[in-house]
Antibody, heavy 118, light 107 residues
Framework: EVQLVESGGGLIQPGGSLRLSCAAS????????MSWVRQAPGKGLEWVSV???????YYADSVRGRFTISRDNSKNTLYLQMNSLRAEDTAVYYC????????????WGQGTLVTVSS | DIQMTQSPSSLSASVGDRVTITCRAS??????LNWYQQKPGKAPNLLIY???NLQSGVPSRFSGSGSGTDFTLTISSLQPEDSATYYC?????????FGQGTKLEIK
């Protein structure tokens, strides 16, 4: 059974940094396209970033230069390092596996809430 | 970036009704279009991928169609548990994008 478990969310002041983790079981993060998707309170889904199995990374314009996606293959864990946080980064952050072929998010974590506020 | 526009933004329908939600892409995306259902406080759940393929375990009352720029999600006979928000998402470009969502309520 595939499980994705996020952690690391919390309350952080504007300008601060936070690192989110997504521990995977039932799949290998190194062998899959793994993404972060966020959802601001009461709003829709917003794609944030992806890391390909070949190590290429991509980011939404809203976070490029501030966020970094990475993975630790030995821990089978995906990360999102978030720097220079802003109030508009407040959201539930989900990690998700993107199945190959006709790409789609077939496995999601439960989400972790990040609140950026002074 | 490819913009995805859903309509309507919200709708209310009765149990047993046939419901259709549309999604339009700002440029052609072939059939690289997925549909998700999200209930309050939960992660999204994949319903349809590649525009018309039903994800395993999803009830057959859900179906999808379309290609190019125009797509539809249809629920053939609405059930109480279908009350949720529905999102389309394109996977044609590396920078993925979602529609703004359609909130479906049961009368």
């Amino acid at each position: 059974e595939v499980q994705l478990v996020e952690s690391g969310g919390g309350l952080i002041q504007p300008g601060g940094s936070l690192r989110l983790s997504c521990a995977a079981s039932g799949l290998t993060v190194s062998g899959n396209y793994m993404s972060w998707v966020r959802q601001a309170p009461g709003k829709g889904l917003e794609w944030v970033s992806v890391i390909y199995s070949g190590d290429s990374t991509y980011y939404a314009d809203s976070v490029r230069g501030r966020f970094t996606i990475s993975r630790d293959n030995s821990k089978n864990t995906l990360y999102l390092q978030m720097n220079s946080l802003r109030a508009e980064d407040t959201a539930v952050y989900y990690c998700a596996r993107e199945a190959g072929g006709r790409y789609r998010y077939d496995y999601w974590g439960q989400g972790t809430l990040v609140t950026v506020s002074s | 970036d490819i913009q995805m526009t859903q309509s309507p933004s919200s709708l209310s329908a009765s149990v047993g009704d046939r419901v259709t939600i549309t999604c339009r892409a700002s440029q052609t995306i072939s059939t690289y279009l997925n549909w998700y259902q999200q209930k309050p406080g939960k992660a999204p759940n994949l319903l349809i991928y590649d525009a018309s393929n039903l994800q395993s375990g999803v009830p057959s009352r859900f179906s999808g169609s379309g290609s190019g720029t125009d797509f539809t999600l249809t629920i053939s006979s609405l059930q109480p548990e279908d009350s949720a928000t529905y999102y389309c998402q394109q996977s044609y470009r590396t920078l993925r994008t979602f529609g703004q969502g359609t909130k479906l309520e049961i009368k």
